[in-house]
């Protein structure tokens, strides 16, 4: 038997249909759909299966209560750094509500997207004004480079918007440079070595 109502199942299924509950409010509701409750497993079906032709319907105005922890979710996604987390492991990132980070090299800033602080391991919007050099570095872990914008040259490599650079652990980046600056995804260790 279920320790709450039915409108509370509706409440609770509906915000994490729609991605609107806190990240850890997300998960005690998954652990409890794994704990069995038939009536919450039930609504969540049904809110997933008419989730997307909401857009096309008419549809009764929430419960104020229920619009208030909508509108105050936007609200906390808006203040927590450009990151947004929904149910079933999804996160999302809106660079253009992080700061620019400057980098101990001059002439780099960095948006951190993503960490994994026991891997040491992280993922990075790095922009790069006309003219920077980059130390040479040993790769403690896998490096992977996506260039967005811009011109990157890579151990004598130059890359052009769209090319994609991967480095094996252990080996090393040299003459990394931009003549004309640069926007690109970096996903590489915390733990690499500089070299010069």
């Not at 009764?60 to 936007?74: F, G, H, N, S, Y």
Request: with cysteine; proline share 4%; net charge negative.
């Amino acid at each position: 038997m279920p320790t709450h109502s039915l409108q509370d199942a509706q409440d609770r299924a509906a915000l994490y249909a729609l991605g609107a509950l806190q990240s850890d409010e997300a998960h005690d509701f998954e652990a409890h759909l794994q704990g069995g409750c038939e009536m919450c497993k039930a609504e969540l079906e049904s809110f997933r299966a008419v989730a997307a032709d909401l857009l096309l319907t008419s549809v009764a105005p929430p419960r104020p209560e229920v619009r208030t922890r909508v509108l105050k979710r936007i609200s906390d996604d808006s203040l927590a750094g450009g990151k947004l987390f929904i149910g079933d492991g999804l996160q999302f990132v809106r660079a253009a509500q992080i700061a620019w980070e400057p980098v101990a090299n001059q002439g780099m800033e960095v948006k951190l997207l993503f960490r994994d602080a026991n891997r040491a391991y992280s993922a990075k919007l790095v922009r790069m004004v006309a003219g920077t050099n980059y130390p040479s570095h040993r790769h403690a872990d896998i490096e992977e480079v996506f260039l967005l914008e811009g011109d990157l040259t890579v151990s004598g490599v130059l890359m052009q918007p769209g090319d994609y650079c991967r480095a094996e652990p252990g080996t090393t980046h040299r003459d990394v440079s931009t003549s004309a600056g640069c926007l690109f995804i970096s996903m590489s260790s915390e733990r690499d070595q500089l070299l010069t």
